[in-house]
């Protein structure tokens, strides 16, 4: 499909219905959209565009319903923005503050700057009547409409949770949290907490993690304390588990594998500085600029860690010098279905069809990278996804199939016929995650 330009002159609500075209009909994913849109807006904006954007990403299926009852036939072909724009205006009517005489006008003001004068009056009419039908507080019977899931993921949920799946999809619509994980190279977390405190800014700190601070409000990151500094990364606390658990040791060889934006590489240098090789491998050249951008921010460059490398996952035989690893991190790519509630996007970029492919994909790295690590070596297999086909039941397939690889549980729950912890969302405010650590026998 041809791409969409944005529109030429810029205004709030035709560029967030811009940016809801973009993920619904091109498939783009919100970050790059997003971004492109509040470079252009005034930076007090931003939280507005993202707020109504992603907003209409969670409510999507109910907001649809109401547009089905409200206009006699979908608009195609170039109008098609203008029904973005009508979501938006729905979603505000319902589901925001915006006060209702600006979610009107505004939002029929805006449809010219999206080649939509002329349906200015349908625009108008159909808010109007939605308020006069006062849609709203009519119930809405069909679940699946009110979860605001696609329905192969409502279904997936319901086969993987049964009668607890009603609260994980209730969770992945909440809001998640901001989590920063305190850089404990340049600052200690005591220092960077008072740091927080100077400035008033709440938070609390974890039981279950060494570095870790959750902010109470939604602040702007680059205004905390140390920001330039890199005294923080920003990181769910699922996703900080994985250093922990990979717990990798002074002199050790470690492989960082699927490792942009270098999220968890900058981590496990922060716990073991001392570490004899850390390689952080990605296949997307674009995403391992950003692994280069994080490390200088979090001045992890005076050593010589990480070494920074594209390649194939799946083919260790085109970036692989042979010498082995001591410990191995798959952060494989997934569904991301444990994110959704950060990215309420994925639900719709994703499709029931990926969840096989991926599967297979994910079997495939692991059998390679199984190689590259050495005897007594240990792979920590890591996604953030909440689909058993790719979590327990990947890693029980991957036992099946190697004899000389042994379960070694991150918690005590865990059974050899359900390996692994599956963190939910919302489980301790953290993102739905997965971790399986395997340790390879030392007789072969
Ligand atoms: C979940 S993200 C990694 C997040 C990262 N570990 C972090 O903590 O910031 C998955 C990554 O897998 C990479 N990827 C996908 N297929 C790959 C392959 N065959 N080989 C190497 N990397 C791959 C993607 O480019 C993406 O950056």
């Given at each position: 499909?041809?791409?969409?330009?944005?529109?030429?002159?810029?205004?709030?609500?035709?560029?967030?219905?811009?940016?809801?075209?973009?993920?619904?009909?091109?498939?783009?994913?919100?970050?790059?959209?997003?971004?492109?849109?509040?470079?252009?807006?005034?930076?007090?904006?931003?939280?507005?565009?993202?707020?109504?954007?992603?907003?209409?990403?969670?409510?999507?299926?109910?907001?649809?319903?109401?547009?089905?009852?409200?206009?006699?036939?979908?608009?195609?072909?170039?109008?098609?923005?203008?029904?973005?724009?009508?979501?938006?205006?729905?979603?505000?009517?319902?589901?925001?503050?915006?006060?209702?005489?600006?979610?009107?006008?505004?939002?029929?003001?805006?449809?010219?700057?999206?080649?939509?004068?002329?349906?200015?009056?349908?625009?108008?009419?159909?808010?109007?009547?939605?308020?006069?039908?006062?849609?709203?507080?009519?119930?809405?019977?069909?679940?699946?409409?009110?979860?605001?899931?696609?329905?192969?993921?409502?279904?997936?949920?319901?086969?993987?949770?049964?009668?607890?799946?009603?609260?994980?999809?209730?969770?992945?619509?909440?809001?998640?949290?901001?989590?920063?994980?305190?850089?404990?190279?340049?600052?200690?977390?005591?220092?960077?907490?008072?740091?927080?405190?100077?400035?008033?800014?709440?938070?609390?700190?974890?039981?279950?993690?060494?570095?870790?601070?959750?902010?109470?409000?939604?602040?702007?990151?680059?205004?905390?304390?140390?920001?330039?500094?890199?005294?923080?990364?920003?990181?769910?606390?699922?996703?900080?588990?994985?250093?922990?658990?990979?717990?990798?040791?002074?002199?050790?060889?470690?492989?960082?594998?699927?490792?942009?934006?270098?999220?968890?590489?900058?981590?496990?240098?922060?716990?073991?500085?001392?570490?004899?090789?850390?390689?952080?491998?990605?296949?997307?050249?674009?995403?391992?600029?950003?692994?280069?951008?994080?490390?200088?921010?979090?001045?992890?460059?005076?050593?010589?860690?990480?070494?920074?490398?594209?390649?194939?996952?799946?083919?260790?035989?085109?970036?692989?010098?042979?010498?082995?690893?001591?410990?191995?991190?798959?952060?494989?790519?997934?569904?991301?279905?444990?994110?959704?509630?950060?990215?309420?996007?994925?639900?719709?970029?994703?499709?029931?069809?990926?969840?096989?492919?991926?599967?297979?994909?994910?079997?495939?790295?692991?059998?390679?990278?199984?190689?590259?690590?050495?005897?007594?070596?240990?792979?920590?297999?890591?996604?953030?996804?909440?689909?058993?086909?790719?979590?327990?039941?990947?890693?029980?397939?991957?036992?099946?199939?190697?004899?000389?690889?042994?379960?070694?549980?991150?918690?005590?729950?865990?059974?050899?016929?359900?390996?692994?912890?599956?963190?939910?969302?919302?489980?301790?405010?953290?993102?739905g995650f997965y971790y399986a650590r395997l340790v390879k026998s030392l007789s072969k």
């Amino acid at each position: 499909m041809k791409p969409t330009p944005l529109p030429k002159q810029k205004n709030l609500r035709a560029d967030c219905a811009w940016v809801i075209y973009q993920i619904l009909e091109q498939g783009k994913s919100s970050r790059d959209c997003l971004e492109r849109v509040q470079r252009r807006h005034h930076p007090r904006d931003n939280a507005w565009i993202q707020e109504m954007s992603l907003g209409v990403m969670r409510k999507l299926p109910i907001l649809q319903h109401w547009l089905r009852e409200l206009l006699d036939r979908p608009l195609k072909g170039n109008k098609k923005v203008i029904e973005h724009l009508i979501l938006l205006g729905l979603y505000q009517l319902a589901f925001s503050r915006v006060s209702q005489h600006a979610a009107v006008g505004e939002t029929v003001n805006a449809s010219p700057y999206l080649g939509g004068t002329a349906l200015k009056g349908l625009v108008n009419a159909v808010l109007r009547n939605f308020m006069r039908q006062e849609l709203v507080n009519k119930p809405i019977d069909n679940p699946i409409i009110a979860s605001g899931l696609p329905k192969w993921l409502y279904k997936a949920l319901e086969d993987a949770y049964g009668q607890d799946a009603d609260a994980v999809r209730e969770a992945t619509n909440a809001m998640a949290p901001i989590w920063l994980r305190v850089n404990t190279k340049q600052i200690s977390i005591t220092d960077y907490a008072a740091a927080l405190d100077a400035v008033e800014i709440n938070y609390s700190l974890s039981s279950e993690h060494a570095d870790a601070i959750r902010l109470e409000g939604r602040e702007d990151i680059t205004g905390l304390p140390g920001f330039e500094k890199g005294h923080f990364a920003v990181q769910d606390g699922a996703a900080q588990l994985a250093a922990h658990y990979l717990d990798a040791q002074p002199h050790e060889r470690v492989l960082d594998c699927c490792a942009a934006p270098g999220g968890k590489t900058g981590h496990i240098i922060e716990r073991t500085p001392e570490l004899a090789y850390c390689l952080a491998l990605d296949a997307d050249e674009n995403r391992l600029k950003r692994v280069e951008e994080n490390m200088t921010r979090l001045q992890h460059t005076q050593t010589n860690l990480p070494v920074i490398k594209q390649g194939d996952a799946a083919k260790p035989e085109t970036w692989w010098d042979g010498q082995h690893f001591d410990r191995i991190l798959l952060d494989a790519p997934c569904s991301a279905t444990g994110v959704i509630r950060r990215h309420p996007d994925i639900r719709w970029l994703r499709k029931s069809s990926d969840i096989d492919a991926l599967a297979a994909l994910q079997a495939e790295i692991l059998t390679s990278l199984w190689q590259t690590l050495k005897p007594g070596g240990t792979l920590l297999y890591a996604t953030c996804s909440i689909l058993p086909q790719e979590n327990s039941q990947q890693i029980s397939a991957f036992l099946e199939r190697n004899a000389d690889a042994t379960l070694v549980p991150v918690i005590k729950t865990e059974t050899p016929s359900k390996p692994g912890r599956q963190i939910l969302p919302g489980e301790q405010q953290m993102d739905g995650f997965y971790y399986a650590r395997l340790v390879k026998s030392l007789s072969k």
